[in-house]
Nanobody, 116 residues
């Protein structure tokens, strides 16, 4: 059974930082591209960042470029999202996903709240 468990969300002040973690089990971690998406109330789920398993390349949404960093620890089956200089528009539920050619899996999400 595949599980993706996110953690690290919480309440942070405008301009603050958080690091999200997502630990995977039940799959071959280094065969999946790992990504973060987010969904704010009343909005569609949107892409945040990804880490490609084949070559380690990363991609970021323009809205988070220069502030968020995705990384992967293969030994821990964990992907991280370091979020710096958070603003009110970053408040959302953040979801971790594992993607391959054949399937994809999603975590349950972790809430990030940003206060002014």
């Amino acid at each position: 059974q595949v599980q993706l468990v996110e953690s690290g969300g919480g309440l942070v002040q405008d301009g603050g930082s958080l690091r999200l973690s997502c630990t995977a089990s039940g799959l071959t971690f280094n065969q999946y591209t790992m990504a973060w998406f987010r969904q704010a109330p009343g909005k569609e789920r949107e892409f945040v960042a990804s880490h490609v398993h084949k070559d380690g390349s990363t991609y970021d949404a323009s809205s988070v470029k220069g502030r968020f960093t995705i990384s992967r620890d293969i030994a821990k089956n964990t992907v991280y999202l370091q979020m710096n200089n958070l603003n009110l528009e970053d408040a959302a539920v953040y979801y971790c996903t594992a993607i391959s050619t054949y399937d994809d899996y999603w975590g349950q999400g972790t809430q990030v709240t940003v206060s002014s």
